[in-house]
């Protein structure tokens, strides 16, 4: 009789890597609150994206979070506004939510002599991609996406 070789074990599969989480800020839904997000964003973000991301998401930020303020929330009640920065898909994404029930829409340019109205013109000129998504329960977040630096 032949002796016993034990059969061999299958790998391991390799785990996957796990992704990174969002780094997530909740702010009042006041204009004043607008520059925290900026500086809170860029806080986040890792030194080395600075140069080439660090603008362009502060910029983003201050555009998306004030329009959830002036559009999504009232200042009657205890609203909130949500913001949310994280890496995936060779992008950095940055997601504003609010309570509020509209759904922001790009329109054309504004007046010339309009003092408001092109927050959604610069975070599509921006952002490599960005859409509306409604939340469970009520409200909605502006999701906005730009590609992280080429290596």
């Not at 785990?15 to 860029?42: G, K, S």
């Not at 992008?91 to 939510?97: F, N, P, R």
């Not at 927050?119 to 960005?130: F, K, P, S, T």
Request: some cysteine; overall charge positive; aromatic content about 4%.
């Amino acid at each position: 009789m032949p002796p016993h070789r034990p059969s061999p074990t299958p790998p391991t599969p390799p785990t996957p890597p796990i992704p990174p989480l969002p780094v997530r800020w909740t702010f009042p839904a006041h204009p004043l609150w607008v520059q925290r997000a900026r500086h809170a964003v860029l806080d986040a973000l890792p030194r080395a994206h600075h140069p080439r991301l660090g603008d362009e998401l502060q910029l983003l930020a201050s555009e998306l979070v004030t329009n959830a303020v002036r559009h999504g929330t009232h200042p009657t009640g205890d609203h909130r506004v949500e913001l949310l920065l994280w890496p995936a898909d060779g992008h950095y994404w940055l997601a504003v939510s609010d309570p509020g029930p509209g759904r922001p829409a790009l329109t054309t340019a504004p007046d010339s002599a309009a003092c408001g109205g092109r927050g959604l013109l610069l975070v599509d000129a921006l952002a490599a991609a960005w859409g509306v998504v409604p939340r469970r329960g009520r409200g909605k977040a502006v999701v906005a996406g730009v590609p992280l630096p080429a290596r």
